[in-house]
Each structure stands twice: as structure tokens, then as C-alpha cells.
């Protein structure tokens, strides 16, 4: 130093006794001592100083690494905060889509997870511009949250459809949007910070190195003193240095120096727990050899930009696992030009693209569904004049099947007025209530102009303060064409009720006539032909004779073909009393009863045991009477005769009961005429009978649910076939 030390800063020889002993002791030369004094006072006052800037610049070195470790921490938390609301949007997505409560469990897990990272960020962030924008994140988040919870609550509360209409009005989509943009607008601003950050830590390292070597040169004559300093800034470098690689050692990213020759030169743990591989079997090979094979043409053109100076803001590639898989990381990098490196972090973002993907196919699935859906849907927004009044709507959004129901072309965008100047106004008012109210609407419309009917449901949409409306309405057209038809014809069958009721009458009346009025002349002729016989008797030839009994037989047929039609006219109007009827009986009962009409007959019986049936008891009973009464009746010129009664299966779960036998049978061209009223395929000289057994057999079948058919060869026998209702306790 050149500077000399003040007039009476120092004691002079003649101030005190003994006041400059210890003096003379290091500066034995009177003439050499204020100079050697003046010098080391100098020494000792820039090595003072030296000390003093060195600790300072150790602060600011220490300072600036603080601030370096805290962005890494936002910029971590930043991460974190966008796969909590990710995971808040693909549970939410998930249960509308599926219903499975179990997609809940990340929705609700995120929701907490958010607040608490958002105040984690909150502490971490220092910049009062990242202060305000983390308060406008929040906001949005919290707006996407509701978003999504209000959805979950629809799926729940309203089912799969309203669901789905809350989602494809794209609010929450473009909710999202911007949280990923405030997100990654924060993420630019904190790369900005770690970028003058990390310049500032190395600044401030080769400023002390340089104010080191300063005082070492000025300070030569005091080595030991200033070599002594230079090591205490030393070890606190090395501190300094111990408290980065601790950073790089614990951050959960991946952080990486890497050359421009391609290889690894630094890795931090977090690459192994992520790939697999040890940090020398990375550093061993090109780091390009691990990049998918898809990738690597994109990896070289950023390598390329890296290598100009430019860095990477996000870059997105995969990369090999030692199991084969494969990873995607996002890169942020850092070229320094000069020394030939890059610096990096990377993060797996392997699930937030699995995520992406799943919400993009999603996206996908709901607007292929709101396109192809054969209901149509719009969105409409309410305009209100200055009272408040709604005076019209803007189509905010429509799908194909609204043009195609409306005949309303290029509707979006455009006012009801504009696409139809004469539309009713009380349509303003109806949807003008919805969404100032948010009451839900659901009733019916008819478009005179189109023809056409709908089915409409309309409700609010979004904010209340958006007075948006969603419409969804079907074509119900046929529908009430339909219902139309069924009300005539509902109207046409009660016409025709009363018509039949009053033939019912004249039935009645008819029926109680020939009961009546019929009987007496039969009577009549019956009992004169008594007394004829009785007055003649032995006069008669025996021609006359004949003629009598020939007048007998056919009143008494006449009556007995009065008191069938009677009962078949009847049947249709008997009040039906359904029980379980054991067949085995019944039919066993029906046989004892035919016990007149098979004496001194040759029969061979073969009876199967046969089920329980539900029915009226003596409905059945008279079916069983004329299906075997005929049998016998028909087999009679038969030795033996076969008569056997069965099932034969089911049919419509019904029992198929069955009569064969093997006597006169019929010609099946003429099937159709057994079961109508008088049809006789056989000669009355040959077989007995009215032509009514058959059609009552049918009626009573029909009465119960079933049908009957018939089976015959002629000369060969016949079967006859009727189904009836099993019942439950056989």
C-alpha cells in the first residue's frame, strides 16, 4: 500500500518512557521503523478488508444457492399442484362415465391435496408478480374444482345424462385450459428467476475466487495470513458446494449435467429410481441410445437448438427402462455454450400423458356421443333488455341432430330473431324463468309449422350469472300419431262394446226364447205322439209305426241340440273360478261318468299321469268329457279299441294334453271345420251327435289361454291336442 499513516496515530519516541519498547523490538532501526510500521498497519488494514468482502461475498453465495433450491421447489410444487387437479378432473370424468364410486377416491384425495400444495407454493414463492398469479391459479382451480364436483353431484343426483351434458358444454374443459396456462406462465417466470439465479451463484463464486487471488497478490508479504484466509473461503465454497449436491442429491426431479458429446456426466439418484439403471451404466453409453426410437429424430433437432445457445423450455421424449418399458420425461435444459454442457431436470410424466390420453379419449367419446345422438341438444344464452326482461337467446352451441329436427341452419353463434323473425315470444319468457330461476323444465311441443311433436327438457347451464339454458328434446311425432291411433281406437273398441253388450242382450233374449218358446211345441208334438201311440195301440201298421218313433227321435234331438246351443252361447259369459285341478282325478271322474257308453265294449286303456293344471273344475271337467266321450263315440266299431291319454311335452310353458284313439279318424284336409259349431265330418246315421262338442272344447281352451288342434288319418284314428297352465304346486 501506498497510503502513510496520520500525523499522531501512532505514539512517537519521545511521548512516554518506555512508550516504544515493544517497537524497537520488531524494528531494531529507528529510520526504518515508521515505514515498516505504516506498511504492516496497511497490511493488516487490506487483509481486514479482504476478510470483510470475502465473508460478505460467502452471504451472497450462500444467498443466492438458498434462492436456486427454493424456484427448484416451486417449480417441483407447480408439478404437483397440476397432477392433484388432474387427478380432481379424471376422477370426476371417470365416475360420470362409469358410476364407480371408486374413481371418487382420487377426486376427493385432490381436493385436499390441492389447498395444501397451494399453500406449500405459497410460502416457497418471494416475487410479488408470482404472488398475484398464484392468487388468480387459485381462483381458477377452485373454479374447476366446483366444476367437477357439481358434475359428480348430477351423475349422482340426475344420472349418466344430465351428467354428460354438463361435461360436453366444455366449461371445465376450458377451466382446465387455464390452469394449465397460468401453471406453465408461472413455471416461465420461476425458470426466468433460476435462470438469473444460477448466473448469480456463479457470478458470485468466481467473484470471490477473483477478490481471493486479489488479496493474495496485494497481500504477498502476509502468505501465510492470506493462504490461511483463502482456505477458510475455501471450505466455505466447499460448504457451499455440499449444500448443492445435497439439493441434487435429495430433489425428487431429475437432475443431469450433460455434455454436448452426448454422454451423462452428472446424474442425480432420482434418474435410477425412475429408469432402473445405475448411474455408471447411464454415463457408459450415448444418452441417445436410452431415447425411443420415435423420439430420437426429435431429440437430435432440440439437441441441435441446445447447442446454439437456445434453451428448452419443455421437451417431452421416452426413454428405456432397465425392464424394457418405457418412460416419458419432460426435459427443461440449460446450455452452457461455453463449457460444452447442458444442465437439465427431467420428470416423469408417464401417468399425466396416460391421464391426457384417457381425458382426451374421453373428450372424444363425449362429443362422438353428442354428435351422433338422435336427440337433439343446444346451448342458448338468455338476453335480457334493461328491465330485465329476456327478449331473445344466442345459440352458444348445437348438435347435427338440432338442424336435422329444427330445419335451423348455421344456428351457432346467431339470435333467435335473426334465424326466425317471427318466433312466439312466450318462448323468451319460458326460458327466460329457467335461468333466472334454475328450475328445470320438462314438457311436450308441438311445431306447427314442422309437423312435428317434442319431447323437450331444459334446465340452466353453468353460473347462474351466465344465463346460459341447455335444451335437449327428442322427436316424439310417431309417438303421438301413435297415441293418437290408440285413443280412436280405444274410442272405435268402446263403441264396439256397446254394440256386442246389446248383441249380448239380443243373445240373452234370443237364448231365452228358445229355452222357452221352442221347448213348448217340441213338447207339444213329444206328447201327442204318446197319445197317438196309446190311442192306436196295435192299429197302426208298421210303417205308421216307424213314422212315430221317427217324430220321437227327432224332438228329443231337437231338444237335446237346443239345450248344446244354449250352453255354448252360455259358456263365453260364465264367470271363471281359477283353482288347481289335479288332471289324474278329473280325468279318472270323466271315465266313471262315460261308464253307460263303454259297458260291454273291448277298451284298452293306457292313462300316463298327468300333472296338476290351474282352471275352472267344471269347464275342464267338460273338456275332458268331449275330447274321451268322442274317443269312445268314434272308436266304437273297433275290437279293442285304443284309447290312450297323455302329455306331450310343453309348449309356451304350458302342458300339451293329449286324446288318441284308433277308430274312424278324418280326412286333415278338412281340420279346419272340427271345431266350429254344426261341423260334422261324419254321416249323423253313422255317429251320433249335435256338431257342438268341439266348439265348446275350444272356447273353454281358449278361455284359459290355450288352443287346441287335431291330428287325424282316415279310417286309421285320431288325436286331439289342447295346452293348459300348469300349476305351481305340481
Not at 483463502?230 to 431429475?254: A, I, K, Y
Not at 240373452?508 to 206328447?527: I, N, Q, T
Request: net charge negative.
Amino acid at each position: 500500500m501506498n497510503a502513510r499513516p496520520a500525523a499522531g496515530l501512532y505514539p512517537t519516541a519521545t511521548s512516554g518512557p518506555g512508550s516504544n519498547s515493544s517497537l524497537r523490538r520488531f524494528f531494531p532501526f529507528e529510520e526504518a521503523r515508521w515505514p515498516l510500521v505504516a506498511a504492516f498497519v496497511g497490511a493488516l488494514g487490506l487483509l481486514g478488508t479482504v476478510a470483510w468482502s470475502d465473508w460478505r461475498q460467502f452471504r451472497r453465495m450462500e444467498e443466492a444457492a438458498a434462492l436456486v433450491a427454493k424456484t427448484h421447489e416451486v417449480q417441483a410444487g407447480l408439478n404437483r399442484l397440476l397432477s392433484v387437479v388432474q387427478d380432481v378432473e379424471t376422477g370426476s370424468r371417470g365416475f360420470v362415465l362409469t358410476g364407480d364410486r371408486v374413481f371418487l377416491e382420487p377426486f376427493e384425495a385432490g381436493l385436499k391435496a390441492a389447498v395444501e400444495e397451494e399453500r406449500r407454493i405459497e410460502q416457497l414463492i418471494l416475487a410479488d408478480e408470482q404472488k398475484a398469479n398464484l392468487r388468480v391459479l387459485e381462483s381458477l382451480i377452485a373454479n374447476r374444482i366446483a366444476v367437477a364436483g357439481r358434475t359428480v353431484e348430477l351423475r349422482q343426483d340426475a344420472g349418466f345424462e344430465a351428467a354428460q351434458h354438463a361435461v360436453a358444454s366444455g366449461q371445465g374443459e376450458a377451466l382446465m385450459g387455464a390452469v394449465r396456462a397460468q401453471l406453465a406462465r408461472m413455471d416461465a417466470i420461476e425458470q426466468t428467476l433460476l435462470d438469473q439465479r444460477s448466473a448469480a451463484l456463479r457470478g458470485e463464486a468466481n467473484n470471490t475466487v477473483l477478490l481471493s487471488i486479489g488479496g493474495i497478490g496485494v497481500s504477498a508479504a502476509l502468505f501465510v495470513v492470506a493462504f490461511a484466509l483463502v482456505l477458510r473461503g475455501n471450505r466455505r465454497r466447499q460448504r457451499v458446494q455440499r449444500e448443492l449436491d445435497r439439493f441434487f442429491t435429495l430433489s425428487l426431479d431429475m437432475l443431469c449435467i450433460a455434455g454436448t458429446d452426448g454422454y451423462f456426466k452428472r446424474l442425480s439418484p432420482a434418474f435410477r429410481e425412475t429408469l432402473g439403471y445405475t448411474t455408471d451404466e447411464l454415463r457408459a453409453r450415448p444418452f441417445l441410445d436410452f431415447v425411443h426410437p420415435d423420439d430420437r429424430a426429435a431429440t437430435l433437432a432440440e439437441m441441435e437448438k441446445l447447442s446454439q445457445g437456445v434453451p428448452t423450455v419443455r421437451f417431452e421424449n421416452r426413454y428405456q427402462c432397465q425392464d424394457g418399458s418405457w418412460r416419458w420425461l419432460s426435459w427443461k435444459t440449460q446450455p452452457v455454450v461455453a463449457e460444452g454442457l447442458l444442465y437439465a431436470t427431467a420428470r416423469d410424466v408417464t401417468e399425466l400423458r396416460r391421464a391426457q390420453e384417457a381425458l382426451s379419449s374421453s373428450d372424444a367419446r363425449y362429443h362422438t356421443l353428442f354428435s351422433s345422438i338422435d336427440e337433439g341438444f343446444c346451448i342458448i344464452e338468455m338476453l335480457f333488455d334493461e328491465q330485465d326482461k329476456p327478449v331473445d337467446y344466442r345459440f352458444v352451441e348445437v348438435n347435427p341432430s338440432f338442424e336435422k329436427h329444427t330445419g335451423l341452419r348455421d344456428a351457432l353463434g346467431k339470435r333467435m330473431r335473426e334465424l326466425a323473425p317471427g318466433h312466439e315470444e312466450h318462448w323468451f319468457e319460458i326460458y327466460g324463468h329457467i335461468a333466472t330461476t334454475g328450475e328445470a323444465v320438462r314438457f311436450q311441443n308441438r311445431a306447427e309449422q314442422l309437423h312435428r311433436s317434442y319431447d323437450v327438457y331444459a334446465f340452466r347451464f353453468g353460473e347462474p350469472k351466465q344465463r346460459q339454458v341447455a335444451i335437449l328434446f327428442r322427436d316424439i311425432t310417431e309417438r303421438k300419431e301413435a297415441e293418437a291411433k290408440i285413443i280412436q281406437l280405444n274410442a272405435d273398441l268402446q263403441e264396439r262394446a256397446a254394440q256386442l253388450t246389446e248383441a249380448n242382450q239380443e243373445l240373452e233374449s234370443f237364448s231365452y226364447s228358445v229355452s222357452h218358446d221352442l221347448r213348448a211345441p217340441l213338447r207339444h208334438v213329444h206328447g201327442y205322439v204318446e197319445m197317438l201311440q196309446r190311442a192306436t195301440d196295435g192299429q197302426l201298421s208298421q210303417q205308421a209305426q216307424r213314422y212315430l218313433n221317427t217324430i220321437t227321435e227327432a224332438s228329443v234331438e231337437m231338444g237335446q241340440l237346443i239345450d248344446d246351443l244354449l250352453a255354448f252361447s252360455r259358456m263365453s259369459r260364465t264367470e271363471m273360478r281359477d283353482s288347481h285341478v289335479p288332471l289324474d282325478e278329473l280325468m279318472q271322474d270323466t271315465i266313471r261318468g262315460l261308464e253307460m257308453a263303454t259297458t260291454g265294449r273291448n277298451i284298452v286303456w293306457q292313462i300316463a299321469s298327468l300333472p296338476a293344471v290351474v282352471g275352472d273344475p267344471s269347464l275342464l271337467r267338460q273338456v275332458l268329457t268331449n275330447l274321451i266321450g268322442n274317443a269312445v263315440k268314434y272308436s266304437r266299431t273297433r275290437d279293442p279299441a285304443q284309447i290312450e291319454i297323455g302329455c306331450a311335452g310343453e309348449e309356451d310353458g304350458r302342458i300339451i294334453l293329449f286324446v288318441r284313439d284308433n277308430g274312424a279318424g278324418f280326412d286333415m284336409q278338412y281340420a279346419h271345420k272340427l271345431f266350429g259349431v254344426f261341423q260334422r265330418l261324419h254321416r249323423a246315421d253313422e255317429f251320433e251327435g249335435t256338431g257342438i262338442g268341439l266348439a265348446t272344447v275350444r272356447r273353454i281352451v281358449a278361455r284359459h289361454g290355450g288352443r287346441v288342434w287335431a291330428e287325424g288319418v282316415l279310417d286309421q284314428g285320431a288325436t286331439f291336442y289342447c295346452t293348459l297352465k300348469r300349476s305351481p304346486s305340481a
